[in-house]
């Protein structure tokens, strides 16, 4: 169960990187959330309109500490710091983020619930 949490962690940051919003729609849970480090909340449907939108590109982005954590057989915790850069309708972007995910099995498949990512203080 960990290394298969651990190996869907991965391909969601790298579809992120590769703007795979096939990938974020089909691993993300009907509603899904995402809260920023700035407290703004997006939906399912505001992540994959910023994957999707031509302005939006990353140009590099790592993760390191990942710990993954089973809560019962139906549920996980991804723990990363994410460091990377981009932009977005015309605004660059540096981030160095300490993240959380929320992973539920729900009939058979591990769908992404939640993720909140704070500013780290290195």
């Known amino acids: 169960m960990l290394s298969e949490l651990h190996g869907l962690s991965d391909r969601w940051f790298q579809a992120w990187l590769e703007k795979d919003s096939a990938t974020v729609d089909r ?3 009907d509603d899904y959330i995402y809260v920023a480090p700035s407290g703004l909340t997006l939906d399912r449907q505001a992540i994959l309109a910023i ?3 031509p302005s939006y590109r990353l140009d590099h ?3 390191s500490e990942v710990v993954v954590r089973a809560v019962g057989h139906e549920a996980a915790v991804v723990r990363h710091r994410y460091q990377g850069a981009g932009s977005f309708e015309g605004t660059s972007f540096m981030d160095d983020q300490r993240c959380v995910m929320v992973w539920e099995k729900h009939a058979g498949q591990w769908r992404l619930v939640m993720e909140q990512c704070s500013f780290s203080s290195k």
């Open 27 to 29: 691993l993300a849970a």
């Open 51 to 53: 994957i999707r939108s």
């Open 61 to 63: 982005g790592t993760r």
